[in-house]
Nanobody, 121 residues
């Protein structure tokens, strides 16, 4: 019910925009987030946005470079990633939860299949 797109291979300093298309019933009630998992590392929350878009969260290493947004008319969530670094290389997952705390903890009701982002140096 969540389908990501927009990943790819880019060079350091480039930008990418990830999109997540949702078919979740009641999408406008869901808090949404982007997680990532690099090889050999645990999955981590990158950015999150609450149900009405008025509150967001960013992991420290992406703050000021990544920007999350949502479109509650078209049931989509996006992640604009600027000034990409090799350390940003990972599979990026879109996720959603009715509870903000569960989203932050990674205990979400919905997950996408992921999209690969590779940043070369």
């Amino acid at each position: 019910q969540l389908v990501e797109s927009g990943g790819g291979l880019v060079q350091a300093g480039d930008s990418l925009r990830l999109s997540c298309e949702s078919s979740i019933r009641g999408f406008t009630d869901y808090n949404m987030g982007w997680f990532r998992q690099a090889p050999g590392k645990e999955r981590e929350l990158v950015a999150a946005i609450n149900w009405n878009g008025y509150h967001d969260y960013y992991e420290a290493s992406v703050k000021g470079r990544f920007f999350i947004s949502r479109d509650n008319v078209n049931y989509m969530v996006s992640l604009q990633m600027n000034s990409l670094k090799p350390d940003d290389t990972a599979i990026y997952y879109c996720a959603g939860s009715l509870k903000w705390g569960r989203l932050i903890a990674g205990l979400t009701e919905y997950w996408g299949q992921g999209t690969q982002v590779t940043v070369s140096s």
